[in-house]
């Protein structure tokens, strides 16, 4: 099974910047995307940004030119940096990633979730 683990959430201040990281193990022999989605209470959960094998990115309209996503592909790892954080970013961040493994018996797809992290921005 491949796992995602996620990092680097917290609480800041309106303005500042947070980056947050998630890595991925478990036989993988492809990753087709790589994406961060969100949710804040009371709200469905939505695509902040994502990224492709060939490194193409996409924004939700609400962080685009606050947010940047990165992949290290050697390391099977994904950043999301934020920075001018707003109180409205305020949700738990969850990392997921599409790819194929190596079950040990044979190659198969996987749409794998972490555990989600929790940002908070106080105004």
């Known amino acids: 099974q491949v796992q995602l683990v996620e990092s680097g959430g917290g609480l800041v201040q309106a303005g500042e910047s947070l980056r947050l990281s998630c890595a991925a193990s478990?036989?993988?022999?492809?990753?087709?995307?790589m994406n961060w989605y969100r949710q804040a209470p009371g709200k469905q959960r939505e695509l902040v940004a994502a990224?492709?094998?060939?490194?193409?990115?996409n924004y939700a309209d609400s962080v685009k030119g606050r947010f940047t996503i990165s992949r290290d592909i050697a390391k099977n790892t994904v950043y999301l940096q934020m920075n001018s954080l707003k109180p409205e970013d305020t949700a738990v961040y969850y990392c997921?990633?599409?790819?194929?493994?190596?079950?040990?018996?044979?190659?198969?797809?996987?749409?794998?979730w972490g555990q989600g992290t929790q940002v908070t921005v106080s105004s």
């Open positions: 478990g036989g993988i022999r492809t990753i087709a995307s």
């Open positions: 997921n990633a599409d790819g194929t493994y190596f079950s040990g018996r044979a190659y198969q797809t996987f749409s794998s």
């Open positions: 990224i492709t094998g060939g490194g193409s990115a």
